[in-house]
């Protein structure tokens, strides 16, 4: 009498589902985080509707409320500002500099700064705005 051996069946696991989800879990971590490094000091930015989400510029100036100036968090004064951007221009990618006031800075503030900074020799100002919180949400 001959007996038949069974074969063992080999157990195949279908990961293809699983993958998957991770893939969507990454997805969704990715589009979810943000990157956007905000400066020590409170600042309240003008708001504008064609505001964008821009890259981080190398050197920033910040002015706040109470007229204090603020070159990449260091606090620098109106009339050192000039000399201060010179020796910084180098170093200050594309010669570009970004300007964030808050919005209840005085106007002639901001335009000394900026008339400032064109003497400095920079040659691009970007005045940074934050978007208008749009009325469907």
Same mark, same amino acid.
């Given at each position: 009498m001959q007996l038949r051996q069974k074969q063992k069946r080999k157990? *195949?696991?279908?990961? /293809?589902?699983? *993958? #998957?989800?991770?893939f969507?879990?990454?997805?969704?971590?990715? +589009?979810?985080? =943000?990157? *956007? #490094?905000?400066p020590g000091m409170k600042l309240t930015l003008p708001s504008a509707e064609s505001a964008e989400v821009g890259e981080?510029?190398? @050197? =920033? %100036? @910040? %002015?706040?409320?109470?007229?204090?100036?603020?070159l990449n968090n260091i606090p +620098?004064?109106? #009339?050192?500002?000039q000399s201060r951007l010179k020796s910084a221009l180098p170093e200050m990618e594309d010669e570009s500099l970004t300007l964030k006031a808050d919005t209840d800075t005085s106007h002639g503030t901001v335009v000394r700064a900026m008339d400032q900074a064109r003497l400095a020799g920079v040659k691009k100002l970007v005045v940074a705005t934050?978007? /208008?919180?749009?009325?469907?949400?």
């Open positions: 157990t *195949i696991i279908n990961i /293809t589902s699983l *993958i #998957d989800v991770l969507l879990l990454l997805i969704f971590l990715l +589009v979810s985080t =943000t990157f *956007i #490094d905000e981080k510029k190398e @050197y =920033t %100036l @910040y %002015l706040s409320k109470e007229g204090g100036l603020f +620098v004064a109106m #009339d050192s500002l934050a978007p /208008t919180p749009s009325k469907n949400q």
